[in-house]
């Protein structure tokens, strides 16, 4: 799951940016060197340490100041700055990272395309976190790292519809993610036919079978929404991934928490592992944007709409 969503959500921008030239020169070369059995990995570079969901905030954007700067230079733009939580940035190779114009403001964010072995680019950290352990939350540091002015992606100043659109088309594997971790694994059942309280197993109680059924019908709720908004993310809408993302990840975590509840003594014990999908789940939360900020997009995208109906309602 992390292989392939870490490193399809660097590549993204370079297959959103509608340019055939990018995914023949940038990215075809990335799958060929997969396929001669020498991985190469893409990083999603936006995250920085003084700012992370707040800059998606229109006020947040507008009072935040950059912390990855490009300085235009011969034949392109020197990067300067820091960024973290990066997935997988402690082993890529190339990475899309995101900065905005020297002397101007957030809305010149624009994407670059780096080389993580170019002279100035360091991993300076990788963090201890409390789950999905399997891909590095790297920081990294830019110290006046070239790019060449072809390795713009997207086109100046567009950064963030490229972000935007990225997310966009991201949220709902995310999503998909909240399905396939907290699936009811066997332990819980068996757990409610083997122990047993007052001389019958415990499946025979009523409040068991209730829980066991409402993890059931979450799970089967969470895929279906899943299934629904993916046939339309061809043309994906923030309103639509969104909701998808934040509705399925926060249930996600509630069929684990009903599961360790179920499983009493034995839900934090390593070997059952429910303790590795709880604090795996978690993070589903927070990355692809918070939860919470995943709720003012809905709100944003649909804005519009319910403007125009309070004006016809004399509201």
Known sequence: MLLL???HLGAMPLILSGRAGNIL???APVYRSCERGEPHLIAFAITEPAAGSDVEDGHGAEVYRPGVVAT?????????????FISGGDLAKTATVFAALQGEGMDSWTCFYVDCGAPGYKVARTELKMGMRASGAAEIELTNVFV?????????RNGWAMNRATLNASRIPVAAQGVGLPRPRPRPQWV?????VGGKALIHYQDV?????????ETRAMRSLVWQEAKAAWQPRQLHASLCKFHVTDRAQRVCEMAMDLLADHGGKHEDQLDKIFRDVRLTLIFEGTNQINRLSLIEDWQAQLLEFNHGVGV
């Open 5 to 7: 969503s870490a490193h």
């Open 148 to 156: 060449p002015s072809d390795r713009v992606i997207g086109g100046l």
């Open 72 to 84: 235009p230079t011969d034949g392109g733009y020197l990067l300067n700055g820091r960024k973290c």
């Open 209 to 217: 079978q209730l829980h066991l059924a409402t993890m059931v019908a």
């Open 192 to 196: 409610s036919r083997r122990y047993k």
């Open 25 to 27: 020169r940038h990215l």
